[in-house]
């Protein structure tokens, strides 16, 4: 296991290693620290099959097969029961998210819970390119430029790359739900599983989310129905507003302060405030990179002379972004991330003597934030002093930088449930995020709010590139990319029938869904509705079928929550999820099979 390493770029490698897309949970760890119930992953093994599929599914070119995984639970199952299709999105499958997803090994999850009521054949995909079904075998490449470990990419890249697009990977599943006789998998039903027989529903979120509503848009006579968790379907390059949903969690004054001293700290970078406080500056970030492990670093064992040499603006940017990555924040939530950063920066105490006291610069990063927090701020509290607020940031930094390194370490360590194939992953959904979704969660220097414009797009953009992915497939990948191709789909605007959205009210990935609240970039301010639009009729256009989870994140619903929120612990997304989607179905499913036109299944009324 690789141990996270706390500078510059290597802090983001970490992050991304557990975490690269946007549905990937971390779930073992917040369970242990905080959680309540056991859990125990051995002992269950949900069978595996495979199904081989085109590469290419658009041209004749012979291109060739390979062969695609997918887990199946019939327990339930009965004869004319529909199919439930739980796609894992950017993920491989471990044997342990099998049984986590499909054998509910711990906890209740919402494709089962929904087995059991409607006697449903249920499914797990894997996504082509992703954990054991790479359609060329992922190898070993040369080590990129700022990868310190290895890196890979399918056999014959950059060329074997191609096939990995939205497209090709929406049309597995239908290949797959047409020719499912052909799999592995066999009963004595196989004929009636056809999606022209029996009715095929899709639950997924984020990525996999996405997938299901473009399905249910582009392939309705496959798909007949779909819940749609947090899907960020609007593609874009510019993700700077995910950061919004962050922002708008924190508390006023800390949401304040923030805003407020990220500006400031840049002109401070920038030279605009003077070499003094530049040098201060340098100063608290070098002392607070040596107080990570305090033992390692008494006063007076370092050189404080060289902080002006090893200072870099985007080591900074990084570390002042930590506490409000997304990266981390979209699993926890704020209860388990910033808050911490705002309760440390609300009371840091000016001039108060710290743990290590006869060090000025030390003395602050090691403060005992025994400070009243004022309900105006920090700043407000001491008339508006942004280079003592450069200071309470700088504290409040190491105190998240500790925690941090916690959180990480423990994830990395003990995590029970890492992908098959985890590095390969890596690398996959670096290819389709630069080749199609863009969303990169950077400040955009025009706008900043709570991350610094020196941890922007492009920085952010290049930094991930170069750590996964071989300059010669860089080199081939577009500029920008070209986010027009999903759009077409509807982006913010999609409305297929039979669908249910939902989404998490602080989730940062909502900037992209069809609830985003990013009015000034074009989204529509769609808002949900409880009312069950008729089978087959999409609701009015500027409402969606589903809801809203208070104080929630990404992907609430689609299992047991697996941490304690502070909020309402007694309200429950995966209830309230299954309880909308069950009477919804009951109100879609009678109609199956009613709603055909030219033998296709009409697409949607509008
Ligand atoms: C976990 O479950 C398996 C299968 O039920 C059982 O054999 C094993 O003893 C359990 N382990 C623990 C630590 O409870
Ligand atoms: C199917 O699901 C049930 C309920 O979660 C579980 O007990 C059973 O082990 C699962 N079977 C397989 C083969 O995954
Ligand atoms: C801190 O450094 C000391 C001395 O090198 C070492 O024994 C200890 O394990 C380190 N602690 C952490 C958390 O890395
Ligand atoms: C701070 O105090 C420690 C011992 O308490 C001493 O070893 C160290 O040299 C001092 N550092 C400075 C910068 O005065
Ligand atoms: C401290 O660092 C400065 C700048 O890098 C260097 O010029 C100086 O020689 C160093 N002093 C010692 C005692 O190493
Ligand atoms: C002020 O900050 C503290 C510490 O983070 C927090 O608990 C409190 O809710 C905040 N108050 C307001 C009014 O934002
Ligand atoms: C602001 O705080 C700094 C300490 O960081 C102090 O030196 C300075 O005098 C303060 N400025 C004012 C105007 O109070
Ligand atoms: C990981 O698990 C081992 C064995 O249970 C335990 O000793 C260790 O403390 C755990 N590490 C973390 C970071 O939780
Ligand atoms: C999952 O279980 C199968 C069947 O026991 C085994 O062959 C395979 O190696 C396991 N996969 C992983 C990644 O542990
Ligand atoms: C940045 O702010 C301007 C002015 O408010 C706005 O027009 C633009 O859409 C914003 N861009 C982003 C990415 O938020
Ligand atoms: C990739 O490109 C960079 C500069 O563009 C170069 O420094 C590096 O050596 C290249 N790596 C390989 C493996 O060719
Ligand atoms: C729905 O509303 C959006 C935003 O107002 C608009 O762009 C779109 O064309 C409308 N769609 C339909 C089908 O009326």
Same mark, same amino acid.
């Not at 009715?199 to 129905?225: C, F, H, K, M, T």
């Not at 630069?434 to 706008?447: C, D, L, T, V």
């Given at each position: 296991?690789?141990?996270?390493?706390?500078?510059?770029?290597?802090?983001?490698?970490?992050?991304?290693?557990?975490?690269? *897309?946007?549905?990937?949970?971390?779930?073992?760890?917040?369970?242990?620290?905080?959680?309540?119930?056991?859990?125990?992953?051995?002992?269950?093994?949900?069978?595996?099959?495979?199904?081989?599929?085109?590469?290419?599914?658009?041209?004749?070119?012979?291109?060739?097969?390979?062969?695609?995984?997918?887990?199946?639970?019939?327990?339930?199952?009965?004869?004319?029961?529909?199919?439930?299709?739980?796609?894992? *999105?950017?993920?491989?499958?471990?044997?342990?998210?099998?049984?986590?997803?499909?054998?509910?090994?711990?906890?209740?999850?919402?494709?089962?819970?929904?087995?059991?009521?409607?006697?449903?054949?249920?499914? &797990?995909?894997?996504?082509?390119?992703?954990?054991?079904?790479?359609?060329?075998?992922?190898?070993?490449?040369?080590?990129?430029?700022?990868?310190?470990?290895?890196?890979?990419?399918?056999?014959?890249?950059?060329?074997?790359?191609?096939?990995?697009?939205?497209?090709?990977?929406?049309?597995?599943?239908?290949?797959?739900?047409?020719?499912?006789?052909?799999?592995?998998?066999?009963?004595?039903?196989?004929?009636?599983?056809?999606?022209?027989?029996?009715?095929?529903?899709?639950?997924?979120?984020?990525?996999?989310?996405? %997938?299901? +509503?473009?399905?249910?848009? %582009?392939?309705?006579?496959?798909?007949?129905?779909?819940?749609?968790?947090?899907?960020?379907?609007?593609?874009?390059?510019?993700?700077?507003?995910?950061?919004?949903?962050? &922002? %708008?969690?924190?508390?006023?004054?800390?949401?304040?302060?923030?805003?407020?001293?990220?500006?400031?700290?840049?002109?401070?970078?920038?030279?605009?405030?003077? @070499?003094?406080?530049?040098?201060?500056?340098?100063?608290?970030?070098?002392?607070?990179?040596?107080?990570?492990?305090?033992?390692?670093?008494?006063?007076?064992?370092?050189?404080?002379?060289?902080?002006?040499?090893?200072?870099?603006?985007?080591?900074?940017?990084?570390?002042?972004?930590?506490?409000?990555?997304?990266?981390?924040?979209?699993?926890? *939530?704020?209860?388990?991330?910033?808050?911490?950063?705002?309760?440390?920066?609300?009371?840091?105490?000016?001039?108060?003597?710290?743990?290590?006291?006869?060090?000025?610069?030390?003395?602050?990063?090691?403060?005992?934030?025994?400070?009243?927090?004022?309900?105006?701020?920090?700043? +407000?509290?001491?008339?508006?002093?942004?280079?003592?607020?450069? @200071?309470?940031?700088?504290?409040?930094?190491?105190?998240?930088?500790?925690?941090?390194?916690?959180?990480?370490? +423990?994830?990395?360590?003990?995590?029970?449930?890492?992908?098959?194939?985890?590095?390969?992953?890596?690398?996959?959904?670096?290819?389709?995020?630069?080749?199609?979704?863009?969303?990169?969660?950077?400040?955009?220097?025009?706008?900043?709010?709570?991350?610094?414009?020196?941890?922007?797009?492009?920085?952010?953009?290049?930094?991930?590139?170069?750590?996964?992915?071989?300059?010669?497939?860089?080199?081939?990948?577009?500029? %920008?990319?070209?986010?027009?191709?999903?759009?077409?789909?509807?982006?913010?605007?999609?409305?297929?029938?039979?669908?249910?959205?939902?989404?998490?009210?602080?989730?940062?990935?909502?900037?992209?869904?069809?609830?985003?609240?990013?009015?000034?970039?074009?989204?529509?301010?769609?808002?949900?509705?409880?009312?069950?639009?008729?089978?087959?009729?999409?609701?009015?256009?500027?409402?969606?079928?589903?809801?809203?989870?208070?104080?929630?994140?990404?992907?609430?619903?689609?299992?047991?929550?697996?941490? &304690?929120?502070?909020?309402?612990?007694?309200?429950?997304?995966?209830?309230?999820?299954?309880?909308?989607?069950?009477?919804?179905?009951?109100?879609? &499913?009678?109609?199956?099979? @009613?709603? @055909?036109?030219?033998?296709?299944?009409?697409?949607?009324?509008?």
């Amino acid at each position: 296991m690789l141990l996270p390493v706390l500078v510059s770029f290597l802090a983001v490698a970490t992050s991304f290693e557990r975490g690269h *897309g946007p549905a990937y949970h971390q779930h073992d760890v917040l369970r242990r620290q905080v959680g309540t119930q056991p859990y125990n992953y051995t002992g269950y093994l949900v069978p595996s099959y495979s199904i081989s599929i085109p590469r290419d599914h658009f041209t004749d070119a012979g291109h060739g097969m390979y062969n695609n995984r997918y887990f199946i639970n019939d327990t339930y199952y009965q004869p004319g029961g529909p199919v439930f299709f739980y796609d894992q *999105g950017e993920e491989g499958i471990s044997n342990t998210t099998a049984a986590r997803v499909l054998a509910e090994t711990d906890g209740t999850t919402a494709v089962m819970e929904l087995a059991r009521q409607y006697d449903v054949l249920a499914i &797990l995909w894997e996504h082509r390119y992703y954990g054991l079904s790479p359609p060329f075998p992922m190898v070993l490449s040369d080590p990129p430029r700022f990868s310190p470990r290895p890196v890979y990419e399918p056999q014959g890249a950059p060329e074997s790359w191609q096939y990995l697009t939205i497209e090709q990977a929406l049309e597995d599943v239908v290949y797959f739900a047409n020719n499912l006789k052909t799999g592995q998998y066999q009963n004595t039903h196989m004929e009636q599983l056809s999606p022209k027989k029996t009715p095929w529903i899709w639950v997924g979120g984020s990525y996999a989310g996405d %997938r299901g +509503a473009w399905l249910r848009q %582009r392939n309705p006579e496959v798909i007949y129905s779909t819940w749609s968790s947090s899907p960020p379907t609007q593609a874009m390059f510019d993700g700077s507003t995910f950061f919004n949903g962050v &922002l %708008r969690s924190l508390p006023s004054n800390c949401s304040a302060d923030v805003r407020a001293m990220i500006p400031h700290i840049d002109t401070v970078i920038s030279g605009k405030q003077g @070499e003094e406080e530049l040098l201060k500056l340098q100063r608290l970030d070098y002392v607070l990179g040596l107080a990570t492990n305090l033992s390692n670093y008494l006063p007076g064992s370092y050189n404080i002379s060289e902080a002006q040499d090893v200072f870099t603006p985007s080591t900074l940017a990084t570390r002042l972004w930590q506490a409000f990555s997304t990266i981390i924040y979209q699993s926890y *939530g704020f209860s388990y991330t910033s808050r911490v950063f705002c309760d440390a920066l609300e009371s840091y105490a000016p001039g108060a003597p710290g743990r290590i006291q006869n060090d000025s610069y030390l003395n602050v990063v090691t403060n005992l934030g025994t400070s009243q927090p004022s309900p105006s701020g920090f700043l +407000a509290q001491h008339n508006g002093n942004l280079s003592l607020g450069m @200071e309470a940031m700088m504290y409040a930094t190491h105190v998240y930088q500790a925690y941090y390194v916690d959180l990480v370490f +423990a994830v990395s360590e003990n995590s029970s449930d890492s992908p098959p194939n985890g590095f390969a992953d890596v690398a996959s959904w670096e290819y389709q995020v630069n080749s199609q979704f863009g969303w990169i969660q950077a400040s955009n220097p025009e706008n900043v709010t709570i991350i610094s414009q020196y941890f922007n797009i492009s920085y952010y953009q290049q930094l991930t590139e170069q750590q996964y992915l071989t300059n010669a497939t860089i080199a081939e990948l577009p500029d %920008r990319p070209g986010v027009a191709e999903i759009n077409r789909y509807g982006g913010w605007n999609i409305n297929p029938s039979n669908t249910m959205f939902t989404d998490g009210e602080y989730d940062p990935w909502r900037a992209a869904t069809v609830y985003s609240l990013e009015s000034q970039l074009g989204a529509p301010g769609n808002v949900p509705t409880t009312e069950i639009p008729a089978c087959g009729q999409p609701p009015k256009n500027g409402t969606r079928y589903g809801t809203i989870y208070p104080g929630r994140v990404h992907v609430p619903d689609l299992a047991e929550e697996w941490y &304690l929120p502070d909020i309402d612990a007694d309200y429950s997304p995966l209830r309230i999820g299954l309880d909308l989607f069950t009477k919804a179905l009951d109100v879609w &499913l009678p109609c199956f099979g @009613e709603d @055909e036109v030219d033998g296709k299944r009409k697409r949607f009324v509008a």
